[in-house]
């Protein structure tokens, strides 16, 4: 049999407006125990990733300004998802598709100077460029300084920490880069809210678009032949 794989999504939320300006999609495996994340996306044959792409975006008729989909560097390099990728954004015009540059691992290393190429591509059909988790792995300040001009939006995940939200050391990181996305001109976005506590400390540090369990877990994407996908 072969292994099933469909999109979630998952809101984005700004809560000055108490509205959902964007949604993510969360791509996952059917599994004898239900939904789970696949155990390496790299090992997932790109030509699955491009169709799921283009028909998932097909049938995405949101009524939001962004859609985001997570891209691997080397996903970024694959010509069939990159064609995806700019077939989706034709689909979901006018809605903007953003890409999240994300740091899954793959057999191949790509500089960001290879990347760019690429990006400005994306960037020329219309499309955005976001940076996921910030402040962690490769995706340091001096490591990604290069792209923040190509940037509209940075992701930092609270759940990419052992401490709780609380922690000072925490807290410190999401003000720097709450200051660099002031600088840039960017949407800043702090992912893993998980509960009316981390709502409030987030609103206090001055951060308005959030995601996270508290707003809504990521809901199934069904497609046209999923009526029995649970």
């Known amino acids: 049999m072969k292994p099933i794989y469909r999109f979630f999504v998952q809101p984005q939320i700004n809560t000055d407006t108490k509205s959902i300006f964007g949604y993510e999609l969360l791509m996952k495996q059917w599994t004898p125990e239900g939904w789970r994340l696949p155990e390496s996306f790299s090992a997932i044959d790109p030509q699955i990733i491009a169709d799921l792409l283009v028909e998932s975006t097909r049938v995405l008729s949101l009524k939001v300004r962004y859609c985001s989909v997570n891209v691997s560097r080397e996903q970024l ?91 000072p050391n925490i807290q410190k990181k999401i003000h720097f880069w709450h200051a660099i996305s002031q600088e840039y001109g960017l949407r800043m976005v702090l992912e893993g809210i998980e509960d009316h506590e981390d709502n409030q400390l987030s609103k206090q540090l001055g951060i308005k678009l959030k995601q996270g369990y508290y707003f809504s877990r990521p809901q199934l994407l069904k497609l046209p032949q999923d009526a029995q996908l649970a």
């Open 77 to 167: 390099m694959t010509t069939s998802i990159a064609a995806a990728i700019i077939k989706s954004q034709e689909q979901l015009y006018p809605t903007k598709l953003t890409v999240e540059l994300t740091e899954d691992d793959g057999p191949q290393k790509y500089t960001i100077a290879e990347l760019l190429p690429q990006l400005k591509t994306f960037l020329s059909k219309g499309m955005q460029l976001s940076l996921d988790d910030v402040g962690t792995g490769d995706n340091y300040f001096n490591e990604i300084q290069d792209l923040l001009p190509l940037v509209s939006e940075l992701k930092f995940a609270l759940q990419n920490f052992n401490k709780q939200f609380k922690d």
